[in-house]
């Protein structure tokens, strides 16, 4: 019975230590060898027409590229993950590479993002431009002069900030400046409906609270069920926005809600 009592303690002991190192874990969403889960959307192109091969997979790295086009043509991309999340912290290796595609607009320099709370893109128009969702923006640096990176866009949405809704599209992390073909790494906390946390390198960059659908907004009006505005779960995407961008890792942890 003692050898039985014993026994039963190990393996109450073992599964106690399995769990506890799977809870907060790390998943890669980015398998390093194929789009495998992921589905691409590209303005003028319908679900899955990865158009171009605007989205491929070299070298272990998700690469974003202009091969094969003429010119860029507004033609903005986005690729989806399968899952939808609420509650979760994701995390993402890139660098700007190159030169910008001919016609991309100039905002766009050295511009990427990862879209958080996304809409289905079963649900996105043909020829919309970018899903309905809170945009953590990448951006690399110029020769000279400061540009911030992790800053925050708005497409069909609002948040809160300093207390106040804010309905204006874009707004400006704490970040440093990131120059060349570095490496940078940007981290997302995201708790559902309630607060959103940008950190670039470590180090916590901007936060803001309630993010939400703008009424005000033709995609979002597409998506607003009733009086409910408030966002709290959706889809993940990488940008596609003329300039090429690599994606070394793309991992994610889900949170206790």
């Known amino acids: 019975m003692q050898l039985i009592?014993?026994?039963?303690?190990?393996?109450?002991?073992?599964?106690?230590?399995?769990?506890?190192?799977?809870?907060?874990?790390w998943v890669a969403l980015f398998n390093g060898k194929n789009l495998e889960g992921w589905s691409v959307k590209i303005k003028g192109q319908p679900l899955g027409e990865n158009f171009k091969n605007t989205f491929r997979v070299e070298d272990g790295m998700m690469k974003v590229g202009y091969k094969g086009y003429k010119e860029f043509g507004e033609q903005f991309g986005h690729i989806f993950y399968k899952d939808s999340f609420s509650h979760y912290r994701i995390r993402v290796e890139h660098r700007f590479v190159g030169e910008q595609i001919k016609g991309?607009?100039?905002?766009?320099?050295?511009?990427?993002?990862?879209?958080?709370?996304?809409?289905?893109?079963?649900?996105?128009?043909?020829?919309?431009?970018?899903?309905?969702?809170?945009?953590?923006?990448?951006?690399?640096?110029?020769?000279k002069g400061k540009r911030s990176t992790a800053n925050l866009c708005t497409p069909g949405t609002n948040v809160v900030m300093d207390?106040?809704?804010?309905?204006?599209?874009?707004?400006?992390?704490?970040?440093?400046?990131?120059?060349?073909?570095?490496?940078?790494?940007v981290e997302v906390e995201v708790r559902g409906g309630e607060v959103i946390k940008h950190f670039v390198n470590g180090k916590e960059v901007m936060a803001y609270t309630e993010p939400q659908y703008d009424p005000r907004d033709a995609d979002a009006k597409k998506l607003i069920k009733g009086d409910a505005l408030s966002l709290k779960a959706g889809y993940i995407s990488l940008q596609s926005?003329?300039?090429?961008?690599?994606?070394?890792?793309?991992?994610?942890?889900?949170?206790e809600k």
């Open 163 to 185: 207390g106040k809704l804010q309905t204006r599209h874009c707004f400006n992390s704490k970040s440093e400046t990131y120059r060349g073909e570095q490496w940078v790494t």
């Open 5 to 25: 009592y014993r026994l039963s303690l190990l393996v109450c002991l073992a599964l106690c230590l399995n769990m506890g190192a799977a809870e907060g874990k």
């Open 104 to 143: 991309g607009p100039g905002w766009a320099l050295r511009n990427s993002g990862i879209m958080l709370h996304c809409q289905h893109p079963k649900t996105m128009g043909l020829n919309q431009d970018f899903p309905v969702s809170i945009e953590v923006q990448l951006l690399g640096g110029p020769e």
């Open 241 to 255: 926005e003329s300039h090429p961008v690599e994606f070394r890792k793309v991992e994610l942890m889900v949170l």
